[in-house]
């Protein structure tokens, strides 16, 4: 759930004497929901897609891809990953636009104006900012992982690229550029926040909302990165030798090195999730401060109580 601060009409309209107990509707959640989630999964699937991977391939399944599947498992792979990244992008794109709409109609509905009449008012106003960011990000998002694509998938455009390290340098500079614009798309939450409005020093209150959400993205996102991608290419790798033969000791070799990925890859995630909760930590320390200014709050308002629920 969001502070009233999230949905910008508060911005626009001044503060009733409730304001602080309010929160979201259900409606602007539910629309919500979705664009979130989708900042998740970009930001966090590319960053430990980049962070991973070389270790993941590099080391544990460089052999047994160059033999068996490097013209298969690995594009698909590449290729999966860019299609999730596509449809978050479309998911941004969606639910962002909806997300505007909704705060219009509810404004219209709030002033009495019709609904051409308070989005022209709307446009003047940070909400539609955020919407153009997050939609011009978005964009950029979908079209750079649509060139992912492209670049994966073995066709007379990467044929004619002789060096194959050179495709590899070119994807990953895509995918660093997704990252960018996914952490863009971001920023833009915190600016129609509560945090926007801290007396003290707001840019500091928005940089701690952009540390907080980059943080879970990297964390939740790599979950989503390992079980969508990593444990997937295990499973695969793993299918292709066992399936309509005996295994050898080689395939024997590669089946228990391929189990033994996730244990040597792990600890690496450990340690980002470990950085990301302490970055969640104080930022989410910070944030809370901010909205609560006492502790008796965290027991007295709503927004206290879906933080402890949120703990």
């Known amino acids: ?70 013209t ?9 990953l860019s299609l999730i990244i596509i449809l978050s992008a479309i998911a941004l794109c969606v639910s962002c636009t909806g997300f505007l709409m909704l705060q219009v ?32 990000t978005s964009i950029l998002i979908l079209i750079l992982s649509v060139i992912f694509y492209v670049l994966s998938g073995g066709n007379l455009i990467t044929r004619r690229i002789d060096d194959g390290n050179s495709i590899k340098k070119i994807k990953n500079i895509v995918l660093c550029a997704i990252l960018i614009c996914g952490s863009i798309n971001v920023i833009s939450n915190g600016i ?19 540390f907080h959400v980059m943080a879970v993205s990297i964390w939740v996102g790599g979950l989503f990165y390992i079980s969508l991608i990593l444990l997937r290419e295990i499973r695969i790798s793993n299918s292709d030798l066992t399936y309509g033969s005996e295994l050898d000791t080689t395939d024997e070799q590669i089946i228990v090195r391929n189990s033994f990925a996730l244990a040597l890859m792990l600890p690496y ?14 930022s989410g320390l910070y944030m809370a401060w901010i909205q609560l200014q006492s502790t008796e709050s965290l027991f007295d308002s709503l927004y206290g109580n879906i ?3 949120k703990l």
């Open 1 to 70: 759930m969001f502070a009233q601060g999230d949905s910008d009409p508060s911005m626009i309209m001044p503060h009733s004497e409730n304001s602080e107990e309010s929160i979201t509707s259900y409606n602007d959640a539910l629309i919500k929901a979705p664009l979130l989630l989708a900042q998740c999964t970009i930001v966090g699937m590319v960053f430990n897609h980049l962070v991973l991977s070389r270790i993941f391939y590099n080391r544990i399944l460089m052999n047994f891809s160059r033999q068996n599947v490097s």
């Open 72 to 80: 298969q498992t690995g594009l698909s792979t590449d290729k999966r």
């Open 105 to 136: 109609y509810n404004l219209s509905s709030e002033l009495g104006l019709g609904f051409s009449d308070t989005f022209s008012i709307v446009m003047n106003t940070s909400l539609y900012t955020v919407w153009l960011i997050r939609i011009i």
């Open 192 to 210: 129609v926040s509560h945090n926007a409005a801290a007396e003290f020093l707001p840019w500091l209150a928005i940089s701690a909302d952009w």
């Open 269 to 282: 995630f450990s340690m980002i999730a470990i950085i990301c909760l302490g970055v969640i930590g104080i």
């Open 307 to 309: 933080l402890i629920l």
